[in-house]
């Protein structure tokens, strides 16, 4: 009992701390029909107890709600996104975990994230504003703080394209597959997914966000931009993606349009571009 005792009050006293650090630091969000943006986003998650794995129609009150507050919400879901729990939280919260004397109304992970990229998906256009924001960081995040962001572009739709174009320009190659995939995502038949999964302290629902795009219509996408693009940065970036991606997909399942593209650009008007596709376009994985 007495180091059940001692266990609580050491996640009191860590919480108390970091309570007290995350609202000093808080600031002020937008209000919409006297509710914050973060209470919004919340039902995002609070959803998942009515409507497990349901149509994103039924998410319409909510969107309605981020998109009547519209430019005002994006440096706040920015922020959601790239947020990290800071170590002393995540002490906390693993403190929480072994005690069962002090109960604990909160997710105890990042609550936020997932409702923001459903946020962003949303807002669609309205949400172009940030984009210029998104590119400069994708140049400078980690590999974690990326995934974030290309989703929130992805989640905003194909006028996100500028974001995955200057990644394109990266002298990082794994950004650059990331980049040539989305744009061939964001111009295919794109579904977004949503599911819950439940929260680390109270159980509660948390939502999940992912896409996916049908092979075929990747496939085509890749072509299209292939064929049509102008950046050779881009074209460059299609090329690795499409070749990683049926690297790592069922032999065979590179379409003969795909190949008949891949073997066009050996002859790219870019000797970067020709450098890339020479050796991809005649052996399908």
């Given amino acids: 009992m007495k180091k059940t005792l001692r266990v609580a009050l050491v996640v009191l006293l860590a919480g108390a701390v970091a309570l007290v650090a995350l609202h000093a630091t ?16 919340d039902d995002y998650n609070r959803m998942g107890s009515k409507n497990p794995n349901g149509p994103l129609s039924k998410l319409e009150p909510i969107d309605d709600a981020i ?3 519209g430019t005002n919400c994006l440096p ?12 002393i939280q995540q002490a906390f919260w693993s403190l929480a975990k072994r005690q069962s004397v002090i109960k604990f ?3 105890g992970e990042d609550s936020l994230e997932n409702p923001s990229l459903l946020a962003f998906h949303a807002l669609g256009d309205q ?58 995502q964001i111009n295919a038949d794109l579904t977004v997914d949503y599911s819950w999964t ?27 931009l292939l064929r049509e693009g102008t950046n050779a940065s881009v074209r460059r970036a299609v090329i690795e993606a499409a070749v990683w991606w049926h690297a790592n997909s069922p032999p065979g399942s590179r379409s003969e349009e795909l190949n008949q593209a891949l073997a066009s650009a050996t002859n790219d008007a870019g000797p970067v571009v020709r450098g890339v596709a020479t050796g991809s376009a005649t052996n399908a994985p």
């Avoid at 706040?76 to 170590?87: D, E, G, S």
């Avoid at 159980?203 to 496939?219: I, N, T």
Wanted: proline share 6%; glycine share 8%.
């Fill in 26 to 41: 808080k600031p002020k969000e937008p209000v919409y029909q006297g509710r914050t943006l973060s209470q919004w986003l």
């Fill in 67 to 69: 998109r009547a507050m």
């Fill in 76 to 87: 706040f879901l920015l922020a959601n996104l790239l947020h990290r729990q800071p170590a």
């Fill in 105 to 107: 109304n909160a997710y």
């Fill in 127 to 184: 949400a172009l504003p940030i984009l210029p924001e998104l590119s400069r960081r994708s140049m400078v995040a980690d590999n974690d703080e990326l995934g974030s962001i290309e989703m929130a572009a992805i989640m905003i739709g194909s006028n996100a394209a500028p974001v995955f174009e200057v990644m394109c320009a990266s002298t990082n190659q794994t950004a650059r597959w990331h980049a040539g995939f989305d744009l061939g």
């Fill in 198 to 224: 439940k929260a680390l302290v109270n159980g509660k629902p948390l939502a999940r966000v992912g896409v996916h795009s049908e092979q075929g219509g990747l496939d085509r996408a890749w072509v299209r």
